[in-house]
């Protein structure tokens, strides 16, 4: 079973940027659609960013359209997330997630596979 861990989170002003990193398991990487999610305290989980297998489409949500670029490497099995002139509302626990083999990766519903989560503040 593929396992997702990620890494990168942290503390940092408003203005600041981050890049997150998610490292997966196994040797089907390739198969996957990768997104990465994220969940503040009090809300429920949202969809942020989602990449294709092959990395050659991405969609973004409205919130960090501009901002935000996901990203991966398929020889390494890791999937990323720059993240700029971050906001104190992105402050929340970022969830990397894949979907399964050959999955459509514009459906946030087919994400069904978590990493624990890393936590992301943005002071201001």
């Known amino acids: 079973q593929v396992q997702l861990v990620e890494s990168g989170g942290g503390l940092v002003q408003a203005g600041g940027s981050l890049r997150l990193s998610c490292a997966a398991s196994?040797?089907?990487?390739?198969?996957?659609?990768m997104g990465w999610f994220r969940q503040a305290p009090g809300k429920a989980r949202e969809f942020v960013a989602a990449i294709s297998q092959g990395g050659y489409s991405a969609a973004y949500a409205d919130s960090v359209k501009g901002r935000f670029t996901i990203s991966r490497d398929n020889a390494k099995n890791l999937v990323y997330l720059q993240m700029n002139t971050l906001k104190p509302e992105d402050t929340a626990v970022y969830y990397c997630?894949?979907?399964?083999?050959?999955?459509?990766?514009?459906?946030?519903?087919?994400?069904?596979?978590w990493g624990q989560g890393t936590q992301v503040t943005v002071s201001s």
């Open positions: 997630a894949r979907t399964g083999p050959y999955d459509s990766w514009n459906v946030p519903g087919n994400y069904n596979y």
């Open positions: 196994g040797n089907t990487f390739r198969s996957y659609a």
